[in-house]
């Protein structure tokens, strides 16, 4: 079946340390995004990518990378300038273009805990 | 600067119909979206609305008015598994920005 992959479901960091967050899709979607989403609120768009090879700063991307090689993976590193960590993270992606009418599939998220 | 409102929380009993507003300021408007999330659990889509007027799926409808910048979710017939948070959503060119959410609370 087609989907999103979001991995580890659960991940620690201790200070000082980067961590990356792994973001794999088989749907052959162009767009792919990255949303941190604290207890209680919405979601917050940290980077987003339309196409291979290019990627965009969303409203809270101090603190975090990625990289998007391939078509299928968009990989987030969460690095120690990013002090507060703590949340839940997820990716999503949706066919290319500006409309909003194809949604976006999100993966199942993974929750990032400070040691 | 864009921003979207809707209530934090709605209960509602089994069996009901239940609306949840969202109002929305925005640069670049294409649609309002509607999106479902349960505790712990990944958002799924509902419904959008690129256009005035009322879309109906099921048990969900969703009313946009681009003129008021106004949009709603309807619920009918409620049931606990509708119990969760909803989250409308304004796509602007490759972005969409997302409210901060209602939770919807169903009592029997």
């Known amino acids: 079946d087609g989907g999103i992959t979001q991995s580890p479901k659960y991940l620690f960091r201790k200070e000082g340390q980067n961590v990356t967050l792994s973001c794999e899709q088989n749907?052959?979607?162009?767009?792919m995004y990255w949303y941190r989403q604290d207890p209680g609120q919405g979601l917050r768009l940290i980077y987003y990518?339309?196409?291979?090879?290019?990627?965009q700063k969303g409203d809270i991307a101090e603190g975090y990378s990625v990289s998007r090689e391939k078509k299928e993976s968009f990989p987030l590193t969460v690095t120690s300038a990013q002090k507060n960590p703590t949340a839940f993270y997820l990716c999503?992606?949706?066919?290319?273009?500006?409309?909003?009418?194809?949604?976006?599939?999100f993966g199942d998220g993974t929750r990032l805990s400070i040691l | 600067g864009q921003s979207l409102e809707q209530p934090s929380e709605v209960t509602a009993v089994e069996g009901a119909i239940v609306q949840i507003n969202c109002t929305y300021q925005?640069?670049?408007?294409?649609?309002l979206s509607w999106y479902q999330q349960h505790d712990g659990g990944a958002p799924t889509f509902l419904s959008y609305?690129?256009?005035?007027g009322l879309e109906e799926t099921g048990r969900f409808s969703s009313f946009l008015s681009r003129s008021d910048s106004y949009g709603y979710l309807l619920l009918q017939e409620l049931q606990m598994k509708d119990s969760a948070s909803y989250f409308c959503?304004?796509?602007?060119?490759?972005?969409?920005?997302f409210g901060a959410g209602t939770r919807l609370f169903v009592k029997a």
């Open positions: 999503a992606s949706k066919e290319g273009g500006r409309a909003g009418n194809q949604p976006q599939h």
């Open positions: 749907l052959n979607h162009d767009a």
């Open positions: 990518s339309q196409i291979v090879n290019d990627f």
């Open positions: 925005t640069s670049g408007f294409y649609g």
């Open positions: 609305n690129a256009l005035d």
């Open positions: 959503a304004v796509t602007g060119g490759f972005k969409t920005i």
